[in-house]
């Protein structure tokens, strides 16, 4: 592929970018690339505006992500990322962009991006590029970052994109890597702060017919000593409710302004709900923002949801 030729034989600084609060799949898939590369080139590192989620610090070079600190390279690598404004970074004036994703996005940087709309994980197009090359450069470490990213972004393989999911677990299985202990570390790693976050936003648990929502305060994370990765994955309680069809998480990000997470069930495409309110993401899991009080969001959110899901 000549996505993974350009940059193996790329002369210069390489820098490899997440996007800003970087999940699993993100976090997993820099990592993957970051091992494979160095096998070849030293000056190659990784940065993410955000503190990455503490609860996956056993990876294989977790410690080596620089957080906050721009670094100056010949080249930027957007991993998991649809453009230069989701890195939170703004240096890129005049810079060599590639970027390696799989959302939805009209920004193209280079000939040589790396782009699948319809993969699980960006971390599947790692194992797509590794495995071009050589898959005998295909180790524990990169497996097992691989196999987070493909967890993380299918909700534990729950999610839409199954077959391809499945199909690149089953090729890390039958290449003697151990999934199982791989899950066990994953799912096992919280701290005592996330279980806090999690309890307050159930205490805002609500049920409106096939939606069901709860809200993140600012306040939570200062009362629970908890980070903001650590709200990772709460959207995915009220979606386990029986009848709840679609599921949102408001995040008060600042005052008046608020992140908002939607997943959804089978069958219900909330990707184009969130790109109708300016955001993006995938069938089954997007995210947008939108400006106002708590209760003015709300209200106007779940009344447009409950619009647009007549259409289903």
Same mark, same amino acid.
């Given at each position: 592929?000549?996505?993974?030729? !350009?940059?193996?034989?790329?002369?210069?600084?390489?820098?490899?970018?997440?996007?800003?609060?970087?999940? &699993?799949?993100?976090?997993?898939?820099?990592?993957?690339?970051?091992?494979?590369? %160095?096998?070849?080139?030293?000056?190659?590192?990784?940065?993410?505006?955000?503190?990455?989620?503490?609860?996956?610090?056993?990876?294989? +070079?977790?410690? =080596?992500?620089? /957080?906050?600190?721009?670094?100056?390279?010949?080249? !930027?690598?957007?991993?998991?990322? &649809?453009?230069?404004?989701?890195?939170?970074?703004?240096?890129?004036?005049?810079?060599?962009?590639?970027?390696?994703?799989?959302?939805?996005?009209?920004? #193209?940087?280079? =000939?040589?991006? *790396?782009?699948?709309?319809?993969? &699980?994980?960006?971390?599947?197009?790692?194992?797509?590029?590794? #495995?071009? !090359?050589?898959?005998?450069?295909?180790?524990?470490?990169?497996?097992?970052?691989? @196999?987070?990213?493909?967890?993380?972004?299918?909700?534990?393989?729950? *999610?839409?994109?199954?077959?391809?999911?499945?199909?690149?677990?089953?090729?890390?299985?039958? %290449? +003697?890597?151990? $999934?199982?202990?791989?899950?066990?570390?994953?799912? #096992?790693?919280?701290?005592?702060? #996330?279980?806090?976050?999690?309890?307050?936003? $159930?205490?805002?648990?609500?049920?409106? +017919?096939?939606?069901?929502?709860?809200?993140?305060?600012?306040?939570?994370?200062?009362?629970?000593?908890? %980070?903001?990765?650590?709200?990772?994955?709460?959207?995915?309680? &009220?979606?386990?409710?029986?009848?709840?069809?679609?599921?949102?998480?408001?995040?008060?990000?600042?005052?008046?302004?608020?992140?908002?997470?939607?997943?959804?069930?089978?069958?219900?495409?909330?990707?184009?709900?969130?790109?109708?309110?300016?955001?993006?993401?995938? =069938?089954?899991?997007?995210?947008?923002?939108?400006?106002?009080?708590?209760?003015? /969001?709300?209200?106007?959110?779940?009344?447009?949801?409950?619009?647009? $899901?007549?259409? @289903?």
């Amino acid at each position: 592929m000549k996505t993974i030729d !350009y940059l193996l034989t790329f002369d210069g600084k390489i820098v490899l970018i997440v996007h800003k609060n970087p999940d &699993p799949d993100c976090i997993g898939s820099a990592l993957a690339l970051y091992k494979f590369l %160095k096998n070849f080139k030293n000056d190659i590192k990784i940065i993410s505006k955000d503190e990455p989620p503490q609860n996956l610090d056993y990876l294989n +070079g977790f410690n =080596e992500i620089i /957080v906050n600190n721009f670094q100056d390279a010949d080249l !930027y690598v957007l991993i998991d990322t &649809p453009n230069v404004e989701r890195t939170g970074f703004d240096n890129f004036n005049n810079k060599n962009i590639l970027k390696i994703d799989h959302h939805i996005s009209d920004d #193209r940087y280079s =000939e040589f991006d *790396y782009v699948k709309i319809d993969a &699980p994980s960006t971390t599947y197009l790692i194992l797509e590029l590794i #495995r071009s !090359y050589n898959e005998n450069y295909l180790d524990e470490d990169i497996a097992e970052c691989i @196999f987070i990213g493909l967890v993380g972004d299918t909700g534990s393989f729950s *999610y839409s994109n199954l077959k391809l999911a499945f199909e690149a677990a089953l090729y890390l299985a039958n %290449k +003697g890597y151990d $999934l199982s202990k791989f899950s066990e570390k994953y799912s #096992r790693n919280n701290s005592i702060s #996330r279980f806090c976050l999690i309890k307050k936003a $159930l205490e805002t648990l609500k049920q409106e +017919g096939e939606i069901a929502y709860v809200v993140i305060r600012k306040h939570f994370y200062d009362e629970c000593g908890a %980070k903001k990765y650590e709200n990772f994955g709460i959207v995915d309680y &009220p979606l386990s409710i029986k009848g709840v069809k679609v599921a949102l998480k408001f995040e008060e990000v600042e005052n008046n302004k608020w992140k908002i997470n939607i997943r959804s069930k089978k069958g219900i495409n909330v990707q184009k709900f969130a790109l109708h309110h300016g955001g993006g993401g995938h =069938e089954n899991a997007s995210a947008f923002e939108k400006f106002g009080t708590e209760k003015q /969001v709300i209200e106007e959110v779940i009344s447009d949801l409950k619009e647009y $899901l007549k259409n @289903f």
